[in-house]
């Protein structure tokens, strides 16, 4: 009975694991799509610290006036709404508390589509560096050795 329990338990992990997997590393790149952790705080990001932006790969001199660009201000991801867009001088004007500022073409990671998940992108930024790669992999290895010995206890009996 408790093998039975621990190999469910097991199993719906590694399926929601693997769900996960497909969707940020398959699914949203074949739509034109990547997620961005937003890290560091910004008062002129419509995006929250922590949070998992989502942001459409787009060309810089496509934005237009109302959407939202997604930048980089150092190492930290900035979302603000685009006021003009200066294709000649290969620079985006964005609107800022302090007023605005012109952000060159090569800052520019995309256009955010407003959506965002708070708190996730910690989890996220953690997980793409170093240490938090390595106990991922670790831990669908052992979710995947407790499936595959609960399953081998559960066998119906011939």
Do not use: H
Not at 46 to 56: M, P
Not at 87 to 97: D, F, L, M, Y
């Amino acid at each position: 009975m408790i093998a039975r329990i621990i190999r469910a338990i097991s199993g719906l992990l590694l399926v929601l694991q693997c769900l996960v997997l497909i969707a940020f590393f398959g699914v949203l790149p074949l739509l034109g799509f990547s997620a961005c952790p937003v890290k560091g705080t910004n008062a002129d990001s419509i995006y929250k610290d922590g949070s998992l932006a989502f942001v459409q790969e787009v060309s810089a001199s496509d934005l237009t006036a109302g959407d939202v660009a997604l930048y980089y201000r150092g190492r930290t991801a900035v979302g603000s709404k685009v006021t003009a867009n200066d294709t000649a001088a290969s620079k985006i004007t964005v609107q800022a508390k302090s007023g605005s500022a012109a952000i060159p073409y090569s800052k520019i990671a995309g256009k955010g589509t407003g959506f965002s998940v708070p708190m996730l992108g910690k989890y996220a930024g953690w997980l793409t560096a170093g240490k938090g790669l390595l106990y991922s992999v670790i831990a669908m290895g052992i979710m995947f050795v407790v499936f595959a010995v609960s399953a081998f206890c559960v066998r119906d009996k011939e």
